[in-house]
């Protein structure tokens, strides 16, 4: 029995014609659109976490896990950090740029922060953890 030699020629791709793999990074112009509109808009908490995920580079959950002691020390935020990477385990040392570190002052003054806050709490909810009483368990 022959294959149907129709099908074959007429199979097209699931990716063709579409772009596949690691996004294009973000081009300058591009930075200062997002930096102008944020300022515009009077939008401190976004315009802080921007400016910090572009100077850090790190993931999401590295930056929501930030501490406010982790990046200043009293009221002036610091020129570096060193962060532990939650996925790689590995430290992370990078350099806050002098307009991050003005809009990380800004919102930590806005939210009156302390060391040991959350930089970017939850918007959602004060907190999403709750306490639960764990169950015990028998051995036997």
Known sequence: ???NM???LTHEPWNKGKLVGQKAPLKLKDIWAIRVRLQLSNNIRNLAL?????D???RGCDLVKLRVRD???GEQVAPRAI???QKTQRP???EITEQTRESLATWIRYKQLRADDFIFSSRIHASLVTARPV???SLG
């Open 1 to 3: 029995m022959k294959p």
């Open 6 to 8: 129709h099908t074959a």
């Open 50 to 54: 921007f400016n910090l995920a572009i």
């Open 56 to 58: 850090s580079k790190l």
């Open 71 to 73: 990046i200043a020390h």
């Open 83 to 85: 962060v532990m990477q």
């Open 92 to 94: 992370v040392q990078f």
């Open 135 to 137: 169950p015990s368990r």
